[in-house]
């Protein structure tokens, strides 16, 4: 998220009506509804936690344990065990 001065991109009466509420100080404008962007859409995040879980699943199926898992994925075996759950319900 970047800092944008508001005289370079407000017309100046929208600007003293908001000084009115906020004078000097920051404000976060959110996105509009119908541009909002899903958790990872703009990284690699999601595809690189979909790759690791795929690969947990393709291990535990060879018949890694979940102790095992977990220390190679450094994860607690409770999250490897709800990793496991949410591929055996379709999630």
């Known amino acids: 998220m970047g800092y944008t001065n508001a005289t370079e991109v407000l017309p100046k009466t929208i600007l ?3 000084q009115k509420y906020i004078d000097g100080q920051c404000v ?5 509804d119908d541009r ?4 990872g859409e703009e990284t690699q995040t999601r595809a690189n936690i979909t790759a690791r879980n795929r690969e947990i699943h393709a291990r535990h199926a ?3 344990g979940v102790r095992e898992l977990a220390e190679q994925f450094y994860l607690s075996p409770k999250t490897i065990a709800k990793i ?4 055996s319900t379709g999630r």
């Open 62 to 64: 060879r018949g890694t």
């Open 16 to 18: 003293e009506a908001v």
């Open 84 to 87: 496991l759950r949410a591929r």
């Open 36 to 39: 909002k962007k899903a958790w």
């Open 28 to 32: 976060y404008i959110p996105r509009r």
